[in-house]
């Protein structure tokens, strides 16, 4: 077995369907399909369970409403393919794109692949998710993310990249539970413990935008709490390993900090683990930067000013 593709579902009967008659419509004997019910109030469940009954390749796992975290890491857990592909249960997967990635895992030894992504609206609008201008190619981590920092192609977004699953094992590294913005450590956490990357210049996957999604959902309280969470854990990520080279990684922890801060409206019992210097240390953009220099010099004046811009 080469991938497995592993998909978190809950509360999404709207668009599950779409979601997995984009795999089936390319798959093979190569692949495998996990559909973890994460508890799902709706009809989500018994349509998984309705293609399972009718494809072999298909797994359904039904376990009780963890989160997103939780659900991807049970099917990290029975997970049978050399990579795993995680796709969120309202995204899809460009036709003919798989084909092309069981290429590239059989040609190269790479612990991840990466691949291009699209951004889709309720209009039905498209653009592209970065800006993809590094080479098509196998690179050292460290080179890859080295180029990170001069295209500013870095997302955190965990779907965009294909991981090999022994990395995952090897270093136990897992998604963190009971947060959202779990992405932001997840991607990071694998960069860094990755030997080889191959960027492939394959269009793969198509990111739905809606409304009612579980990020756009969240109460702003929460998403900045769980925020603040997850980037004391990448700053922990950082202090132990060598980032020398990792400027794009760090900036986005810098730039999530200060958007969670912003989100909770509070700054007083985050000074101790982020301080002003250590922001100016790891900002690396230049408007990272002037905003972290803007914190650094008063964080209450730096929570009105976005108060101000933002009209709130």
Not at 202 to 218: A, E, M, P
Request: net charge neutral; hydrophobic share 40%; with cysteine.
């Amino acid at each position: 077995m080469l991938l497995t593709i592993v998909v978190p579902v809950y509360r999404v009967e709207n668009y599950i369907r779409r979601c997995i008659d984009s795999v089936l419509c390319q798959i093979n004997s190569s692949i495998e399909i996990i559909l973890v019910d994460d508890g799902s109030p709706d009809n989500s469940g018994k349509i998984c369970d309705d293609y399972a009954s009718k494809y072999e390749c298909i797994q359904v796992i039904h376990k009780t409403n963890g989160g997103l975290s939780s659900a991807r890491n049970a099917g990290i857990n029975e997970a049978r393919g050399e990579y795993i592909l995680f796709l969120d249960s309202d995204d899809w997967l460009f036709e003919g794109c798989l084909n092309q990635f069981l290429e590239i895992i059989q040609n190269y030894d790479a612990d991840l692949i990466v691949g291009k992504a699209k951004v889709i609206d309720d209009q039905g609008n498209t653009f592209d998710k970065l800006n993809y201008t590094i080479r098509k190619g196998l690179y050292s981590s460290e080179e890859y993310i080295s180029l990170l920092n001069k295209r500013k192609s870095y997302s955190a977004c965990a779907p965009f990249t294909l991981c090999r699953t022994e990395l995952i094992r090897k270093k136990n590294i897992r998604f963190l539970e009971g947060v959202v913005q779990e992405d932001e450590l997840w991607t990071p956490t694998i960069l860094l413990n990755a030997e080889t990357v191959f960027f492939s210049d394959v269009y793969f996957y198509y990111n739905f935008v809606r409304n009612d999604s579980i990020t756009h959902s969240t109460n702003k309280a929460v998403e900045g709490s769980d925020l603040l969470t997850v980037t004391r854990n990448v700053l922990e990520l950082f202090q132990t390993h060598g980032i020398e080279n990792a400027q794009a990684l760090t900036d986005k922890m810098v730039f999530n900090y200060l958007r969670a801060i912003c989100l909770v409206d509070r700054f007083e019992n985050e000074k101790a683990i982020f301080t002003g210097r250590l922001l100016r240390k790891y900002a690396f953009f230049r408007t990272t930067k002037l905003k972290a220099l803007l914190y650094s010099a008063s964080p209450g004046f730096y929570l009105f000013v976005h108060k101000l811009v933002k009209g709130c």
